[in-house]
């Protein structure tokens, strides 16, 4: 058995960030192996650079699992971008060939409205381009299609979902207005508006208000048409980084911390440990902390670093999701749900849907770690889905690092 090669189509633009130039590019898959040491893109240095066609070998990789990819760029003042990731999938390939299985029907709906199937010509590539109706669905509002196919064995590929938004005209036609003004700010600063006859391209860098911190900062920007309505507000971040002089000097990383919800003040959250080479004296590190015994439920974990000069990151944050351990056997007409979870977190709710898409509803709920669906079996092609939640209350008081019996009392 091998692994089949893997070639990416990929076809991006990256632009520079107040006019600088884009020198290298690199990738890697699934772990960083630390800025400079990925697979090196040959790219011509620019302030944009456009990347198609990328191959990337997959020999090596766990087959049937999923991996990811992950691009960044280098810029003429030495600084890398953060990693963007795409996820992909390498099959195993037996006796030097792959077989590939017919795709027989597909299977789309709206939002939570039951699918409509359509049968397809078998084949293992399809194009499917039928205009799909969207009668009955409610104009001007949001809606999310979704999309899957089955092969000849009965398997279901997961569901693609795409969001779009029906517009309703008078007369059954939709008028295009003129696009006259946009309107930007940064961060909650005041908004800025500029006439689109006036100003038709900007250059980004001009955009930011003069003494604009060092940092991470958001940039909104939404459009007026002739008649003064405004569309929605399109927002990115972006991070600020000083411009390079020759007395700079370069400061280094000499303290990390993390903390858990509740966020102390700098300084008074948890050390992580020194980093892989024993200390804290580079101005880029690599550690790593295991956190277990967290509640189930939604988390915010936070990390920042402290600089030579004494000052402090602003906080990164990511959310993490707690999630109890779920066994789901079948048992005469009943399914029989169990899962490993902190017991003292009750009641657990349980909620069962028709699909992985919904819509669920609770069922019920149970102060132990296990519950029965009574009777729900009442035809072998039954197919249910069911998750568990705690009770949310529950989760509220937990941080880390705890919080202070004074603290407790101000608050």
């Not at 691009?71 to 971008?81: C, F, I, M, V």
Request: a negative charge.
């Amino acid at each position: 058995m091998r692994l089949l090669s893997l070639m990416l189509g990929l076809a991006m633009v990256v632009s520079g960030a107040l006019a600088v130039t884009i020198t290298q590019a690199e990738y890697f898959v699934d772990t960083d192996p630390g800025q400079g040491l990925g697979t090196a893109i040959a790219i011509t240095s620019g302030e944009t650079v456009s990347i198609s066609g990328l191959n990337v070998s997959s020999v090596g990789m766990t087959a049937n699992q999923a991996h990811r990819l992950f691009l960044r760029y280098k810029s003429d003042e030495n600084y890398w971008t953060f990693p963007e990731g795409r996820y992909f999938y390498p099959l195993v390939v037996s006796a030097g060939s792959a077989t590939y299985d017919d795709i027989v029907q597909a299977e789309y709906w709206f939002d939570a409205l039951p699918s409509t199937f359509v049968d397809l010509t078998d084949s293992p590539n399809i194009t499917y381009p039928a205009l799909i109706p969207t009668t009955g669905l409610a104009t001007n509002t949001l809606h999310r299609y979704f999309v899957r196919f089955q092969n000849v064995n009965g398997s279901w590929t997961i569901a693609e979902g795409r969001y779009f938004y029906i517009l309703s005209g008078d007369g059954g036609s939709i008028e295009i207005k003129n696009v006259t003004a946009l309107e930007y700010w940064l961060d909650s600063n005041p908004p800025t508006l500029v006439d689109i006859a006036d100003a038709p391209t900007g250059n980004f860098a001009q955009l930011i208000p003069a003494g604009t911190t060092t940092g991470v900062h958001t940039f909104s920007t939404r459009y007026r048409d002739e008649d003064g309505v405004f569309s929605m507000t399109e927002t990115r971040r972006f991070v600020l980084i000083s411009q390079s002089s020759s007395n700079y000097a370069a400061k280094t990383i000499v303290a990390c911390e993390y903390f858990i919800n509740g966020n102390p003040a700098p300084g008074g959250a948890i050390p992580l440990p020194t980093p892989t080479d024993g200390v804290y004296d580079e101005g880029q590190e690599e550690n790593a902390v295991v956190v277990t015994n967290l509640p189930i439920g939604n988390h915010l974990f936070c990390i920042r670093y402290q600089d030579s000069e004494g000052i402090w990151t602003p906080a990164y944050c990511d959310s993490v999701v707690m999630s109890p351990i779920l066994v789901i056997q079948a048992s005469g007409n009943d399914i029989v749900l169990s899962w490993q979870a902190d017991p003292l977190h009750v009641p657990f709710h349980v909620f069962r849907g028709p699909d992985v898409a919904g819509p669920y509803t609770e069922i019920g709920t149970s102060n132990t770690l296990n519950y029965t669906d009574t009777g729900i079996i009442t035809d072998p092609a039954t197919r249910n889905i069911y998750y568990i939640t705690t009770t949310q209350g529950a989760l509220s008081s937990f941080r880390l690092p705890e919080e202070t019996r004074e603290n407790s009392t101000q608050r």
